[in-house]
């Protein structure tokens, strides 16, 4: 589960949830909400991922750091994972990962990695915000365009095709639910805007002609 907010997000598996600070990423019991432990990164963070083994945390200049799991009741350390030119740039700007694949967005692009083979894609691209990893190896990702102040969302998929949707109000936060969408069980993209919420069904091959719905955001008197 990820709840997030501007950049900074907070990830939350078994019994734990990580919560990334300007300064590091502090850990705390889920049933007590009692803070356990806290892993300093002068240099800054973004965000954080954790799977069963590793949390993964996208540091604000140098790179993708990886701690064990393991260590959240001790003694707490880290060791480089990626950083530049293995990394689209070390400043990063989010991570989110799921089963065997692992996504980060940079000031330079974005990154998309297999864990287990370390095999790596890559786009340069500026202006990036958050980023969705399905388990199936499609990834998501937010480019902020900062004169028109709208976002476009690229779908990335696993297969070898992509589909920009373009032009939307500045998207702060995504979600995708694999295999939902009408069509051909393709995914379902939920996004959270500036003006509202925005649901497309994907239609993979006919994407501008897929299922939309949109929630605007009300004014009150």
């Known amino acids: 589960m990820t ?18 600070v300007s ?8 049933a007590s909400e009692n803070l356990i432990n806290f892993l300093s990164f002068p240099t800054g963070v973004e965000a954080v991922w954790v799977n069963d083994q590793y949390i993964y945390i996208a540091s604000t200049v140098s790179g993708v750091y990886m701690s064990p799991v393991s260590s959240i009741s001790g003694t707490m350390t880290s060791s480089l994972y990626k950083n530049y030119p ?10 989110h990962g799921n089963g065997d694949y692992l996504c980060v967005t940079t000031n330079a692009g974005v990154d998309k990695y297999k864990i287990s083979s370390g095999r790596r894609e890559f786009t340069l691209v500026s ?5 969705y990893q399905t388990t199936t190896g499609d ?6 365009n900062i004169l028109s102040e709208s976002s476009d969302l690229h779908a990335i998929y696993n297969s070898g095709g992509r589909y920009i949707y373009s032009d939307l ?11 939902t969408s009408i069509y051909d069980n393709a995914n379902v993209i939920f996004l959270a ?8 069904e ?18 009150s008197s």
């Open 86 to 95: 293995d990394l689209t740039s070390s400043g990063t700007t989010y991570i």
């Open 169 to 179: 109000s500045t998207i702060n936060d995504l979600h995708i639910t694999e295999g």
């Open 3 to 20: 709840v997030s907010g501007t950049k900074r997000n907070i990830w939350t598996l078994d019994s734990y949830t990580y919560k990334a």
């Open 23 to 30: 300064s590091g990423i502090s850990v705390y019991d889920l």
């Open 193 to 200: 805007t500036s003006s509202g919420v925005v649901v497309f």
């Open 139 to 144: 990834y998501y990702y937010v480019v902020h």
């Open 202 to 219: 994907e239609k993979r091959g006919d994407e501008a002609n897929c299922r939309k719905r949109f929630y605007f955001l009300g004014t």
């Open 127 to 131: 202006g990036t915000g958050k980023c």
